[in-house]
């Protein structure tokens, strides 16, 4: 996994949500309750951007059908049938990072 810094933007314990892009990768970063969370930007349902949606009991939900994902895992709620994928953050003296981990990572650990 690499670590790369979110560009233009300082930590807040106002909530927030906003799409960044990260090492060519679109995200969805949510500031919720003091906590930063970092999911995918795209809903897997039909494409909506989660950074139009709010969030809810920990929920993020899309504007276009209200779907909702767990800010904290990704998982759809029950019935959905999906998931968005989730990244690690860390609040460094300099700034927000997101650890996103390569493809080529991720087929190497599926072989390990
Ligand atoms: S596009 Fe997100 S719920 Fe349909």
């Not at 960044?20 to 970092?38: F, M």
């Not at 969030?55 to 800010?71: E, F, M, S, T, V």
């Not at 904290?72 to 609040?91: A, L, R, S």
Request: aromatic share 12%; hydrophobic share 30%.
């Amino acid at each position: 996994m690499t670590w790369y810094k979110v560009p233009d933007i300082q930590y807040t314990k106002n909530p927030f949500i906003k799409k960044v892009k990260v090492n060519g990768k679109g995200i969805c970063l949510v500031g919720y309750e003091g906590e930063i969370y970092a999911l995918a930007a795209t809903c897997p349902h039909a494409g909506g951007e989660l950074s139009g949606g709010w969030c809810k009991d920990g929920k993020l939900i899309c504007p276009i059908h209200r779907y909702a994902y767990d800010i904290h895992t990704g998982k759809g709620d029950p019935g959905q049938n999906d998931y968005v994928d989730t990244y690690p953050v860390e609040i460094r003296e300099d700034g927000i990072y997101i650890g996103i981990t390569s493809f080529l990572e991720k087929v190497k650990n599926a072989f390990k």
